[in-house]
């Protein structure tokens, strides 16, 4: 039953007191039509928790902007929302259409900077693969009753595919119920294709300011964590409190390898102690068993990345070096599950940090595929 305003409602008292549910929740959709954003199009998602993001049907149902109260979550570079007749695949062009957003998608797959694969047949590789710019197909936006629980759901699906090769599809669901702070992504890749493929898929979510600033740090338990640069191993002192925006500040990128409750989830936050609101990501670490993590201080440019996946952003290279390179065989299907949602007030960050505390303790991680 949803919890609304400091009160639990039936079903039955809900609807006695409003004309529409759309007063509480719901999803509309906007066609976007000027400069580079046509074709990007939008859904608006709004719950009367008080979370509300964008989703790109033109962009893979990526999550472009998100909001909480009114506060911001998520950088927004100057691109804007970029449609997909607008990509550039080559090289680093994946940068000009990049909005930043809740999340970008990357893969399917390639994830990484820019390569050549000289055992895919010199495949060259573009920045963080095709996915993202890839527009959805059989979209849909649904708000239902189900049970006591009032659900918002999106759904589409996108194909990567290139004549004589590779076939992988995706079928994406986001979903939000009424009343929580948080969102759904299920994701369900299929090989449609003869041949086994290279699968690397990574979810590049990007919080910004004001959640993002000097002394926002990260809640991650981790077994190991290297650097990218030298591939060295480093401590949580490195990597876990954020500075503020600097004249000048190169990027910094780390790969932890997290650690899993008794459940099998992995728990990530990222938390703004002055203004007591955070971000946490829970997803099964048998599906994303690795946590890029980036830093990019710049100013006017001043954004993290907190990007769960299946493989490293670091490339087809480092990943079959490391024995994280997955492949997905004809007919097999691999699912991808991730929650994002809201921490605020002391009390719930107090006991997400003791929930991360307490389930870590003994636990073996599971080996990627």
Known sequence: MPKLFGKTYTK?????????????????????????????????????SGLCFSVLPG??????S????????????????VGPAFYEPEGFGWMRSWYGGLVASCGMTFTGHPETDPEEEDEELGLHGRLSNIPAK???????????????????KMRESVSLGT????????????????????????NLGADRSPLMFVYHCNPGFPLLDAGTRLVLHAKKSTEWLEDREVNPEEFTVATGPKKKE??????????????????????????????YWKFPIAEIPLVNHWQHFH???????????????????WNREHGYLQHIAPGEVREFHLEIGILEGEQEIREFERQVERGVSGKKNRKAR
């Open 12 to 48: 039955r008292q809900l609807l006695d007191r409003v004309g529409d549910m759309t007063q509480l929740a719901g999803a509309r959709r906007a066609e976007l039509t000027e400069g580079n954003e046509r074709g990007a199009d939008l859904i608006e998602v709004f719950n009367a």
């Open 59 to 64: 962009r893979a149902l990526d999550i472009s």
């Open 66 to 81: 998100a909001h909480y109260r009114g506060t911001n979550l998520c950088y927004r570079s100057a691109t804007g929302d």
């Open 138 to 156: 059989n979209v849909a936006a649904d708000c239902n009753w189900e049970g006591e629980d009032y659900v918002v759901r999106i759904r589409g």
């Open 167 to 190: 076939n992988l599809e995706l079928a994406r669901e986001i979903s939000t119920v009424l009343g929580e702070k948080c969102l759904r992504i299920h994701d369900r890749i299929e």
């Open 250 to 279: 190169h990027d910094d990128v780390y790969v932890h390898r997290p650690r899993a409750d008794r459940q099998g989830n992995v728990h990530v936050g990222l938390i703004n102690d002055r203004l007591q609101l955070g971000l």
């Open 299 to 317: 100013r006017g440019n001043y954004v993290t990345g907190i990007e769960p996946g299946n493989a490293s952003m670091l490339g087809r290279a």
